[in-house]
């Protein structure tokens, strides 16, 4: 299946928190999401976003500007089912075999401040474990359990750089 | 399988980042290891995982102020494997049959600051896919991938709350 999954922030904290930021946009790239939606504020992360293309490949991006309510608005509108991670919702494991069906994707990942409608919006809402954690980890949990597994062996291409794997010491190539 | 897991963080950054510890050490607990250790410096973090454990049940452990390479010769001592995440490392899908044959592991989780000697030291290093992202997700997969899925279905013992799984909305019980 050519799946499509993008990947939607809302409910930032009122203390900025840009390593968490950071952590949402790199492992949507590496785990094989298209695309992150964030907030005009939010737009310093792009530069590194540039940087990790340039030098690792790949053209992930990040969308700027657009309010959640019409990035889920329009997701729906091209028929891409809505999946709101959160601590709350039904248990991954009672629900992968539907997600795994879907084609087209748009992952919500939360945070303290999500507003209800979300939850109503939504076409699913997922729980990686019912134990408050990280919403890294959910989202990583997810892209790797929707994909199975075939997101840790996709290439990035036209990198500057590559590594190769070693069993011990770090091994780095120039392409 | 009576698995023991245990978490040791190394390689901190000179800035501190006390969201990313906080993370590490919520993910530990949510996916199944006993315990996390940390440096000295880091304490402030055992305040919020007693408030969780009370909350959310349990009894996870951070244990404080032994040195990287006293853990980890104590974990060899005690016939633990020491599985290092590192993007450098062979990965995960090539060695996760063997790490599910481990009865007792030591998983080390670095930061740009992990000296050389521990990814000699490590039995296994091993690479959530070979680009940059997150060490609180590779954590989670691999953890996940260890466990099979298992850790997700852990009940977490005397909690004071207890979240339902529900498909739209918020549903906690008091115990």
């Known amino acids: 299946m050519d799946r499509s999954i993008r990947v939607l922030r809302v ?15 790199l492992v949507s790239r590496a785990l094989g999401a298209e695309s992150i939606y964030l907030e005009d504020a939010e737009k310093d992360v792009t530069g590194t976003l540039e940087q990790v293309n340039k030098t690792w490949g790949g053209e992930f991006k990040a969308v700027l500007g657009a309010s959640w ?14 999946v709101h991670l959160t601590m709350y919702g039904m248990p991954i ?5 539907e997600l795994r069906g879907l084609e087209r994707i748009l992952i919500v990942v939360g945070g303290p401040k999500v507003p209800g409608k979300v939850y109503h919006e939504a076409d699913f809402n997922v729980a990686v ?31 500057k750089l590559r590594i190769l794997p070693t069993a011990h010491g770090k091994r780095v190539v120039e392409n």
Chains 1, 2 share one sequence.
């Not at 409910?11 to 946009?25: A, I, K, M, S």
């Open 69 to 82: 309510r019409k990035v889920i608005k329009e997701a729906k509108g091209e028929g891409r089912s809505v």
């Open 93 to 97: 494991q009672d629900v992968i075999g």
């Open 129 to 159: 474990t019912s134990q408050p954690h990280s919403e890294v980890a959910a989202l990583a949990i997810v892209l790797h359990e929707i994909q199975g597994g075939e997101e840790l062996k996709r290439a990035f291409p036209k990198s």
């Open 11 to 25: 409910g930032q904290r009122y203390v900025r928190d840009d390593r968490t930021l950071t952590h949402l946009c």
